[in-house]
């Protein structure tokens, strides 16, 4: 069997987080992810019901603009291994340190937490890219009064839908306020994590041809990593719907009640995305037990052929070996046609085991 | 073994689901399934103790009229993928948008949610159709003060008993309001179930009988189709349950006192049916052990043909090897009964290997 | 291997129930078991402390007379497919006609419902009958002030012990009202589980002796069945457990203070018997793993004699071939003792092949 | 495969009460163990701070001076199938007659039920007799004022280092009073769970190094055995733990706060025991998981020679057919050299498969 | 197969427990770990946000200044086996028994009791030491008002980290109380509990990579192996999760609010651990499955050798029998050609099989 290096996924992370994080004191904000460090960019949308107006820039004082205004922003930092400058970000705008640490903490679990003034959440948006590769992208947000702040770690993002919205004044989102922006962000992340459920449904219907028709050895090291995708993905994905829940039943005033009923058909996604991945486990684990009995099947098959050669041949192998013996008195060998009847008896065996072979069903 | 495609009852969906809905605004009306695109035909009934009225008519004008007169009405759609018409349409009964999306949302699991002044609830009807497929037909019901409207994506339903119910004034159905009939229609789907369960349960039989007769590769095949319909069916199924207890808990004075009385016997129906599921699960887990079983047990067979042939003729064929070596100083080639004392020990040994084989219970 | 059909417990049933009940109103009085169609006879038990009087009648006005008197009244009706008679019987009782249809429905699974004045109950009698079979009879009973109606599919079943011990005035329930009836016949029918159990065990016990000796496919089968039976009785046991708890926390005033203390009784042993169940669940899947585990031991064996022969025969039939060659130039075949010599090697090697067997532990 | 009767530690006992208890009127005290009939013989230990007084008698009037007297008495009964004295004895002490049905019936589940004045338990002592078996004693114990009355079924019991605490005034089991003894007991009962689960561990020591060294299908058996066993341990410990905490939560003035907090260190080691029981379910379903993987390395081996001996000489045995053939015109034969280049050409192919063979990794 | 004896780790502790435990009194105080017999040395470090001093001292009466001064005192007693020292100290600080008893009780499971002046804890550190093994160590930790007394088993710990923070003022540690500290010696135990993840998952990898390169016994050894350790680790840390969380709902004022913040974090650690070990877990189940479907791959690849070789030389062998026999009269021993044709023929055999073979994929 050719070798094959399987990457564990949670490795290099949590050895990272052991070395980097132990002993620093809560509360430090520390990136833990593996992407290249680079500068964050900070893109704000502000909007109402008239005017959209964007900007990139990465002077604190001119985004705290944005947030003083009665219109909704969006303030978008793209890129958060630039601790200082996330640091610094984060205290103009009112955010204790541990809200910070989680914000560029790539290894949080989805959370959210509710403060007096702001709502945080961290979520991870999970994508195929053009690789076809299955992306984790960690994110946060915070919910102010009139803006949405929203840290994510790379340029690709799952938002675009949402910006064109804004910008054509698509849909109810430009009448709403920051909330509502809140709400529409979630709901494509979450929108997206039904790509991700359709990638993975795609492995497993290639698998289970493969399974069918040609299980080789390789076929069951990939359902494994197949396994250990889904754990990874439910990882990321499970703890949102209690999230969601918990956002429907909070009394925070940041949420409006009419969000709510957004809200409400996000944790019916939600819903539906853990059920498809609890049924998406229990496929993977059929199809491990369909390659065993393939397996079974071929050992028989292997079988089948080894004792049908072996049964036919070792008995007439014997009956020749008879004649070949040097006895001096051996009548039959002096027979006129001793050696037609030995022919006889041999076709007649042979006769005989493949009919008996075939009320077996072996051939 | 003989390819197969097996066709994964959730792909198709999700694919267009991506497609389709990635990018939208919330509340969008969006059929998802993939029935040909057709008109709307509605079929109203408007009924009280005395009379019946039918009606077909795609005039929302005159279906408003009946939802404002004091018989109760029963607005039946029949297709869901115009989706101007049905936006249109729900907007004059004063639904919401978000209500309208999931009412041709075919891929919305089954719900139930309050309005102030409407109930809304999804269901699928599940029902085996002449070509004995089991088919999965999306619908959505709204209960109001004296009409029921519903939404379903084929003509063929499981409401015929109902209608005939209406019409021949069979039962309590025509003197009771709208919420009797919202609950009548639910007991016609949930009824159905039984026949999807019965459906289930003989293919379930068909398979054990395989499995003792004749367990080819085949048949492992079938067994893994069957758990994922299981799966399938119990996606859609399961979820009832909760929802006809909210439905009874519920403080809407929609839905009255005595027709929640109804609704208990409907609540002890679902968790039958989902004990019932169960119980298929765990009886296609053990029909792919009892496969699996049965495999070994062939295999043992197999094996024990070649060990009986190989065991008796690989020695007596070494017998006869020996005798048929060239030495020149051979005394027992020269014996008189040479050959006579050969065959006596070869049947001699015959006989040893078929007691033995016997005494092992392998003959 | 010898076909064996298997009929499936929950077939014939659902079969019926999909033809018999799709499209009538709900509260129609069905009989759906498959038991002969007989009249209904009812048979009456009256008594007090001082007196007991027994009665057979099919009289409603006769039977209505004992539901007056001050003392309790055992009521019980023998057959319940004669349903015109059970909607009369049971109208004149003043019991609703849902009530009446889960009465006589043979499927429907237990349940307790608190009316005003009433409570029903449906359970299932489950007992050994002569044959050795287990008998699942349908039975539902209802606790009126001072009468106990009692519904039951057939003549046999598992209150002889409370008759006796109201004909005989053993123990106290003579004493007591209604309630403690009521009690008495749960507790006979709780009682009988225990009989099931041992019948399971039983069963469980010559399946495990049959395993370790001689497991033949016929045993995997049995095995299959008897978890079969278990999750049908299982199905018909669990909610007990919860119906008895309820019972007991109930504020109706027909059952008294201390006929509660009795039940908790009940319920500590439907507590048990559940345990029970679930550890015959557990054993039946170890038997079926007892059984895997013993067919490899058995294919090891077979193997272990081919390796055994063919290792040894092989190597010594090659010998004798090369002595069979028929060169011009073969020395050995010229030597005086070149055939005892060729008859050492081959005893050596003989030699040689057992203990490196023996060594192995194959022998 | 020797045969072995494997006596299913359920069985007996279904059968006896089956048997002994249908019928029977609730509240009847009988005695479903199956020890020795023997006369219960009472011991006494009335003890305050300043003194201990012992006692063996019969009497139940003079026991009950015990119970009016101001200190702590410990009435213990020793042997519980003289059900007529049970029964006096009970009565005398004002327990009602469903609570010493439970009292001597051996079969009764782990239970607490709290009366007006006083606190009734039941619990199975296990623990190892000098034989290295595992007996369960049944052991019932009744809380009163300055009383606990035990009924024990054997003679042993593992309430020695209780005994000895009273009668040395070590630790301050004599200053308390009998909620405080009423716990000691229990804590001691639970101790002895600890060496319970020892000798489980023990047992599961030894087959895991069988499993390892020489997986034979005894080994398989004794896993099964295993397995049986924990399970019918954790059957009478597991519900321990809630009774406890029941206990715990207990408003009834028998026990007081301080003894609580000792109660709530015996509730740690139930919760402790319980993580263990389960720990060791998974441990020996992995031995039984290990076995089966060494079953199928031994399988291997067995291949493994077969396939190498038969490759080897299965071809050279072919080549030396050659030879032996009677072809009038076989130049080879005649060669000065052939019989020489016929070994040569053997030992080649035999170097060559061994090669093949070592390369495989199978020599 | 070599041996390997398996030292179970549950083993040597439960016997100890057994023998020293059984017959004691609750409360007496008994080191139950087997590290070797030292002294107890204490470390006591005092400080506000202005100083720190820190100090070695066995003296009880020194070690008591501190804790009636104002400022943070951390007093740390290392090594718990000198019991007397122990509870002499324990009772300085009004400490109970029976919190001493499971502050040295290394079998003690983690636990949190609030006592109206103190809050007790007992906790596991994990720790891989620099052998790579895993190390487990008894802790508990007391929280006074300005003080947190803390018992170690060893001089090795976790806690470095923090008491580089008080000594260099890092972070918020010096200006805040003690309950501060005790949320930072949790918050080190907890992040070590991220290197043991590390660990298993590294094993983990290292196994993944031999079942697939080298399924050897021996890995199949490893598996189980490692499937105990993480039953282990789970046992020590799966309590914690509910322990903090019953430290944030406490209403004790030794903890201030804004502590209850950072023991949020320390929840959230405490999640994520349990569901990595659960992901750790389910990995090493496939890891077993993945052993054993390579054993099968293997078996298959040996079956195919072998039936391959049979198959072709067993009829090649026999044609060369045939023409290996005495009879008289043979025509085709006298041919010309005959041997020529006899190859012909088994040549022609021989590409038969081998294309056969090849269209089967077995070659």
Known sequence: MQKKKMTNPLHRRKKSRAKDKI?????????????????????????????VAEDFTNDIDAILVHNDSKSTSWIDVV???????????????????????????????????????????VFKMLYINDAEELVSEHMAMVLLENTVLVFQELKEDVFEGVRTRIRTKHG???????????????????????????????????LE????????????????????????????????????????????????????????????????????????????????????????NKMNEVMKVLTIMASIFIPLTFIAGIYGMNFDHMPELHWEHGYLYVWGIMIFLLLFMLIYFRKKGWL
Do not use: C
């Open 23 to 51: 002993g620093k004191a809560p509360g430090t904000v520390t990136y833990l992810g593996d992407r290249e460090k680079t500068q964050s960019t900070v893109h704000t949308i502000e909007y109402d019901d008239e005017s």
């Open 79 to 121: 890129g958060i291994n630039d601790e200082a400058y996330i640091e610094n970000l984060g205290k103009r705008f009112g955010l204790n340190s541990l809200l910070l640490e989680d914000a560029v903490n790539t290894l949080q679990r989805p959370k959210i937490d509710e403060y007096d003034n702001h709502i945080f959440g």
């Open 172 to 206: 109810r989102i430009r009448t709403r306020g920051a909330d509502y922006l809140f709400f529409a962000l979630l709901d494509a992340i979450i929108d997206n994590y039904f790509t991700v459920l359709e990638h993975i449904n795609h492995k497993i219907e290639v």
């Open 209 to 296: 041809e493969q399974v069918y028709e040609n299980p080789k050895p390789e076929v069951a090291q990939k359902i494994q990593e197949l396994k250990k995708e889904v754990l990874k993905v439910r990882r990321w994905i499970f703890p949102v719907k209690e999230l969601v829940s918990r956002l429907i039943d909070t009394e925070s005033p940041l949420i409006k009640k009419d969000t709510k009923l957004f809200l409400r058909d996000v944790l019916d996604h939600s819903v539906e995305i853990n059920e498809t991945l609890q049924i998406y486990r229990e496929m993977s684990m059929s199809l491990m037990e369909m390659y065993m009995s393939n397996m079974s």
